[in-house]
């Protein structure tokens, strides 16, 4: 499918709406100049452009196959993942000494954002080997860094989590798989794991797995579950390919979508694997890879989005019907003011969406620079409000691009429900959303709020110097953040934890709502008033900022009314 990438937006959003110039001044990312930068973005999105887009098609119609215990992946993948590889689009951000290019996380989040948008199944390959580099950098020993990491960077080989167990499903403290000891520090790994992405292909040399499982010493829960990097294949003296480990695919799921990504059951037969990290602390070792894609997760969901937006724009811009509303018009029906409104919410909830999501990146990128508490806490307190924000935006704006279509979007040979497809499955995983808005309000909320509190001062600051020239605009985002402010001082007062989780996703829904304000205002000011950006501005505050009040409303709501029909009252 034709894709162009939105390279003016990146610059606008990293320039001036979400402070990537602190980024470049610290030492750590120097590097990252602007003219570094403008040249990532745009090989990069010529890549997304001239090769993964054409394969978005094919992917669909001719998903990945097992045969024989062989993964047969989508046509064109193989050279679709070379192009990936050897443009060193996977290691953007990864450590230099292993062969990557020490780049920040920001860099990386919009390069995937544009393969996403490009190829969301095959993109789903080198975000799983990106946290697993970096979980590995951070928690393996010195000996399997120095096999494995090159090889991760180089994109000679692929990388894959292994969480998820048919019974335990988010439970992880529920699995069953097993670690025995057999010595000179390796560990045979026994169990099956379910929902593996991209658990096998036919372009990589090795395929690395990280398992988490059970040491017979292990205490239940996830206290006593360790981590294991197990490989399909065992480097052998030389640190290549050797023997066949005893692993292996059983079977692939059936998705709704993305079926050029290959999902696997996988089975672990006392296969030989490694310990990352200490024993029994694996689920602290996984979080970091995990954390590394629940904001990339957040991007797929807004790539997704842009795809389905350009390709519902596209059709708008074409398709004739009825008489045209305005003087002039084009004839299409891209002159309806009905069509009109949701090709433009569309596009300001990707603003919106993108902005938080680079927010995010921005705010991992300063604690790798800095090792400030402060940075850390704000990517904390952003990464699930990126991660669900973003996914949700991918469903909707999809959704909203099959209308768009009318019933030609139904139709699977236009390719408008593709989107639809590949996209709704980013809210489950890597955390389902759910998930994602109890962490919010609970975890990140143990500190009574402060985090969010400083992000909103500092927001805040800057929407008050918009009050001159976009007085307008300013005025409904500063009483939005300021309804925001109550909610967040309310939320860190409640002590019964049931009553916030309650209130969870429409919490993280409003919070998502005021920062996209902010960031709509932002740009604004940065183009000036007349300008396609506050124009575009004007749309999402005027006409989407003010759910923030009904969302906070219910995240007031506490739990009681939940639970006032019993189960059987639910049934009837």
């Given at each position: 499918?034709?894709?162009?990438?939105?390279?003016?937006?990146?610059?606008?959003?990293?320039?001036?709406?979400?402070?990537?110039?602190?980024?470049?001044?610290?030492?750590?990312?120097?590097?990252?100049?602007?003219?570094?930068?403008?040249?990532?973005?745009?090989?990069?999105?010529?890549?997304?452009?001239?090769?993964?887009?054409?394969?978005?098609?094919?992917?669909?119609?001719?998903?990945?196959?097992?045969?024989?215990?062989?993964?047969?992946?989508?046509?064109?993948f193989a050279e679709g993942y070379k192009a990936i590889a050897e443009g060193g689009w996977v290691s953007i951000s990864a450590p230099p000494e292993h062969g990557g290019m020490g780049l920040p996380m920001t860099l990386t989040t919009a390069v995937n954002e544009m393969m996403s948008a490009a190829c969301l199944s095959l993109q789903l390959n080198p975000l799983m080997t990106q946290g697993q580099i970096e979980a590995l950098?951070?928690?393996?020993?010195?000996?399997?860094?120095?096999?494995?990491?090159?090889?991760?960077?180089?994109?000679?080989?692929?990388?894959?989590?292994?969480?998820?167990?048919?019974?335990?499903?988010?439970?992880?403290?529920?699995?069953?798989?097993?670690?025995?000891?057999?010595?000179?520090?390796?560990?045979?790994?026994?169990?099956?794991?379910?929902?593996?992405?991209?658990?096998?292909?036919?372009?990589?040399?090795?395929?690395?797995?990280?398992?988490?499982?059970?040491?017979?010493?292990?205490?239940?829960?996830?206290?006593?579950?360790?981590?294991?990097?197990?490989?399909?294949?065992?480097?052998?003296?030389?640190?290549?390919?050797?023997?066949?480990?005893?692993?292996?695919?059983?079977?692939?799921?059936?998705?709704?979508?993305?079926?050029?990504?290959?999902?696997?059951?996988?089975?672990?037969?006392?296969?030989?694997?490694?310990?990352?990290?200490?024993?029994?602390?694996?689920?602290?070792?996984?979080?970091?890879?995990?954390?590394?894609?629940?904001?990339?997760?957040?991007?797929?969901?807004?790539?997704?989005?842009?795809?389905?937006?350009?390709?519902?724009?596209?059709?708008?811009?074409?398709?004739?019907?009825?008489?045209?509303?305005?003087?002039?018009?084009?004839?299409?029906?891209?002159?309806?003011?009905?069509?009109?409104?949701?090709?433009?919410?569309?596009?300001?909830?990707?603003?919106?969406?993108?902005?938080?999501?680079?927010?995010?990146?921005?705010?991992?990128?300063?604690?790798?620079?800095?090792?400030?508490?402060?940075?850390?806490?704000?990517?904390?307190?952003?990464?699930?409000?990126?991660?669900?924000?973003?996914?949700?935006?991918?469903?909707?704006?999809?959704?909203?691009?099959?209308?768009?279509?009318?019933?030609?979007?139904?139709?699977?040979?236009?390719?408008?429900?593709?989107?639809?497809?590949?996209?709704?499955?980013?809210?489950?995983?890597?955390?389902?959303?759910?998930?994602?808005?109890?962490?919010?309000?609970?975890?990140?909320?143990?500190?009574?709020?402060?985090?969010?509190?400083?992000?909103?001062?500092?927001?805040?600051?800057?929407?008050?110097?918009?009050?001159?020239?976009?007085?307008?605009?300013?005025?409904?985002?500063?009483?939005?953040?300021?309804?925001?402010?109550?909610?967040?001082?309310?939320?860190?007062?409640?002590?019964?934890?049931?009553?916030?989780?309650?209130?969870?996703?429409?919490?993280?829904?409003?919070?998502?709502?005021?920062?996209?304000?902010?960031?709509?205002?932002?740009?604004?000011?940065?183009?000036?008033?007349?300008?396609?950006?506050?124009?575009?501005?004007?749309?999402?505050?005027?006409?989407?900022?003010?759910?923030?009040?009904?969302?906070?409303?219910?995240?007031?709501?506490?739990?009681?009314?939940?639970?006032?029909?019993?189960?059987?009252?639910?049934?009837?």
């Amino acid at each position: 499918m034709p894709y162009r990438a939105p390279l003016d937006e990146y610059r606008l959003l990293l320039d001036h709406v979400v402070g990537f110039d602190r980024v470049a001044a610290t030492d750590r990312f120097a590097e990252a100049t602007p003219d570094v930068t403008a040249a990532i973005l745009s090989e990069a999105g010529r890549m997304c452009e001239d090769v993964l887009a054409p394969l978005q098609r094919a992917g669909d119609l001719h998903p990945a196959k097992l045969e024989n215990g062989i993964v047969r992946t989508s046509p064109g993948f193989a050279e679709g993942y070379k192009a990936i590889a050897e443009g060193g689009w996977v290691s953007i951000s990864a450590p230099p000494e292993h062969g990557g290019m020490g780049l920040p996380m920001t860099l990386t989040t919009a390069v995937n954002e544009m393969m996403s948008a490009a190829c969301l199944s095959l993109q789903l390959n080198p975000l799983m080997t990106q946290g697993q580099i970096e979980a590995l950098d951070h928690h393996a020993s010195d000996a399997l860094k120095a096999i494995y990491l090159p090889k991760l960077v180089s994109g000679e080989w692929s990388g894959t989590m292994n969480l998820t167990e048919s019974q335990a499903g988010s439970d992880v403290g529920a699995l069953r798989t097993r670690a025995e000891p057999i010595g000179d520090g390796a560990y045979a790994i026994t169990g099956q794991k379910i929902y593996i992405s991209w658990g096998d292909n036919d372009f990589t040399a090795n395929v690395c797995h990280l398992v988490l499982a059970r040491l017979p010493d292990g205490k239940p829960g996830t206290k006593g579950i360790s981590l294991f990097l197990v490989p399909k294949f065992i480097p052998d003296a030389d640190g290549e390919p050797g023997e066949r480990n005893a692993l292996s695919v059983v079977s692939l799921e059936h998705k709704m979508g993305l079926h050029g990504s290959p999902t696997a059951v996988m089975q672990y037969d006392g296969a030989t694997g490694w310990l990352v990290g200490e024993e029994h602390d694996g689920m602290r070792a996984m979080f970091t890879m995990m954390n590394n894609a629940r904001l990339g997760v957040g991007g797929e969901g807004i790539g997704a989005a842009e795809g389905a937006y350009q390709h519902a724009l596209a059709h708008a811009r074409e398709r004739v019907q009825g008489r045209s509303p305005v003087e002039g018009g084009t004839g299409t029906i891209i002159d309806h003011a009905d069509v009109r409104r949701m090709l433009l919410e569309m596009k300001a909830e990707i603003f919106a969406a993108r902005a938080i999501a680079l927010a995010c990146a921005v705010a991992i990128d300063m604690q790798t620079a800095t090792d400030d508490a402060a940075w850390a806490a704000r990517a904390a307190l952003l990464t699930p409000i990126a991660k669900a924000f973003g996914t949700a935006t991918g469903m909707s704006v999809a959704e909203t691009g099959i209308q768009v279509h009318g019933g030609m979007g139904y139709i699977e040979e236009t390719g408008a429900a593709q989107f639809y497809r590949d996209v709704r499955v980013t809210a489950i995983y890597e955390g389902a959303n759910g998930i994602q808005a109890m962490d919010l309000v609970g975890r990140k909320m143990m500190d009574g709020g402060d985090a969010a509190l400083a992000l909103l001062d500092e927001l805040e600051a800057r929407g008050r110097d918009a009050r001159g020239a976009l007085a307008d605009l300013a005025e409904p985002v500063l009483a939005a953040s300021s309804a925001l402010r109550e909610g967040v001082e309310w939320l860190a007062g409640q002590t019964e934890m049931n009553a916030r989780f309650a209130g969870a996703a429409p919490f993280l829904r409003a919070f998502a709502r005021v920062l996209g304000g902010h960031y709509h205002l932002a740009a604004a000011m940065a183009c000036g008033e007349g300008s396609a950006q506050a124009a575009l501005a004007r749309v999402y505050i005027m006409r989407m900022l003010p759910e923030h009040a009904a969302l906070l409303a219910a995240a007031r709501q506490g739990a009681a009314d939940l639970y006032a029909l019993d189960v059987e009252d639910m049934a009837r």
